[in-house]
């Protein structure tokens, strides 16, 4: 027997109502003779958030890697993740805590043999995902760079470098420099790791 989180969301109208979501989870539970030790839903969500807040989800996914039950269930993944890469991540925190999802349009449990074929099919795809995604970002880079296009962002011109360069000798702080010079923190902090590297240079030659 284990201890299951039923987990259910209802972001769109179109979408079952939350009750109907946690029907068929209760009904595996009730035959595989595990226990529900809580059922959580995230309801009317606004979606058109680029990363729209799952409370009752991320409420299921810390009682579980805590030790309070040993899997979550859901009707779908969709329910679970905003991507492949999400769902990775999630079953991988699961696996390490030793929980793992159930699935009920699948029929999935992760935590089966056929459960951990899954797992991995998942973490190859994301592999592979990442791979395309890179090698499709340099062979844009390298078809900008052909037509004269320049990657990244503009070099800093020497007039402010010398600029910022005499503040922070002034002893003015970083984020003081940067709201004088709109410089970005990352120029500024590499100024100043550049300054500090000639002084201790300077001094190492003084004492020589």
Do not use: W
């Amino acid at each position: 027997m284990a201890r299951f989180i039923l987990y259910a969301r209802r972001a769109l109208d179109t979408d079952p109502a939350t009750e109907d979501q946690f029907a068929p989870l209760r009904a595996f539970c009730a035959a595989a003779g595990h226990e529900v030790v809580a059922e959580y839903a995230d309801e009317n969500i606004d979606t058109r958030a680029a990363r729209d807040p799952r409370p009752y989800l991320d409420r299921a996914i810390f009682d579980t890697l805590r030790g309070a039950a040993d899997g979550i269930a859901a009707v779908s993944f969709d329910r679970l993740a905003r991507s492949v890469g999400d769902l990775e991540k999630l079953l991988r925190e699961l696996s390490v805590a030793g929980a793992g999802l159930y699935v009920a349009d699948l029929d999935l449990d992760t935590r089966t043999p056929a459960g951990a074929a899954i797992l991995r099919a998942v973490a190859a795809v994301v592999t592979f995902d990442k791979a395309v995604r890179v090698e499709a970002l340099r062979r844009g880079h390298r078809k900008a760079r052909a037509k004269g296009v320049k990657i990244g962002a503009p070099r800093m011109s020497r007039s402010l470098e010398d600029k910022i360069a005499a503040l922070l000798k002034a002893g003015v702080k970083p984020d003081r420099v940067r709201t004088i010079t709109h410089a970005g923190k990352s120029a500024i902090y590499r100024i100043r790791k550049d300054l500090e590297a000639a002084a201790a240079l300077a001094n190492e030659e003084a004492e020589a």
